[in-house]
Structures are given as structure tokens and as C-alpha cells.
């Protein structure tokens, strides 16, 4: 998990991933305040971006997550949740396991699971060994408008 401002992103790019950079210039560059809701294409399905505006729930209700096919990269734009944080092997696995139309195998369970505020102007990325429950309440009513960049994990983790 990396978890920063979208502001120091361009100072972080010794990290030498270039579709995770790619995906940050995308997030530093496009005004998503007139961007229209929905999917957005940046590079053909290895790299493209879900823009949505939602409020957040309470953790009961928010599903804790792994995909196998895509790297998040979770950017609020407005607002601001909690979103929880673990590692793989800590979490206990639903039993209808992998749901690949959905790319996610879902948790009933994270052991020792951190809850993080991210807030607008935050980004975090999750690998898929990373357990993440997005979309977690911080401030009850407050609507958050957030971007997922998904990044192809077979063209990333090469």
C-alpha cells in the first residue's frame, strides 16, 4: 500500500512504475469537477479510471476486498472516508471465494485491520496483497466524490 497528496505525487516518481505514474498524471492533470461520472478509458484496459460520487456507510456495510487482476489507485477528490487496510494473509475469505466478473474476493474478517482517514487531495494504492475496505464513513452525510484508477496488475507486476 502507498498512501500520499496528489500534490507530491510528481516527487515520487523514482518509484520507476510507470503505469502507477501515468495514473498519477491522470489524477494531476484532469479537473474532476466537470469530469462526467462512470468509466474512462486512459489506456485501453490496462489503465482506466471509475469516477464516482457517493456517501459513505458504516464499516458493518462496507466490504473488505482484494483483486487479483487490478491495482487501485483510490483518490478523493472531495470529502473525505475511512478506508481499511490489511495484509492478505490476515483476512478470512468469504466462502463464495473469487468473483471474477467483479475482480474481488471479499473478507468477513481482517485481523489487525488499520483504519486510515483519506481525505480530498489523498490518494492510496492497494496491490493485490492488500485487503482494503473503501468507502467507510468518516463524516456522517458528507458526499464524497472519488476517482479509481485501475491499473492491469500482469502489466504492472512484470
Known sequence: MIL????????????????????????RDTDFSTIALGKHV??????????????????????????????????????????????????????EGYLAERDATFYSAVKDEIAIKVSSGMFAVFFPWDIH?????????????KVVVKIKADQYLK
Open 4 to 27: 500520499g497528496y496528489i500534490k507530491n505525487a510528481d516527487k515520487e516518481a523514482g518509484l520507476n512504475m510507470p503505469l502507477l505514474q501515468k495514473g498519477l498524471q491522470y489524477l
Open 133 to 145: 475496505r473503501p468507502s467507510c464513513v468518516s463524516k456522517p452525510g458528507l458526499t464524497v466524490r
Open 42 to 95: 486512459i489506456d485501453g484496459d490496462a489503465l482506466y479510471a471509475i469516477v464516482a460520487e457517493y456517501v459513505p456507510d458504516v464499516k458493518e456495510n462496507c466490504k473488505a476486498e482484494t483483486h487479483s487482476k487490478y491495482i487501485d489507485i483510490q483518490y478523493i477528490v472531495s470529502g473525505e472516508e475511512i478506508m481499511g487496510f490489511g495484509d492478505i494473509a490476515s483476512g478470512t475469505a468469504e466462502p
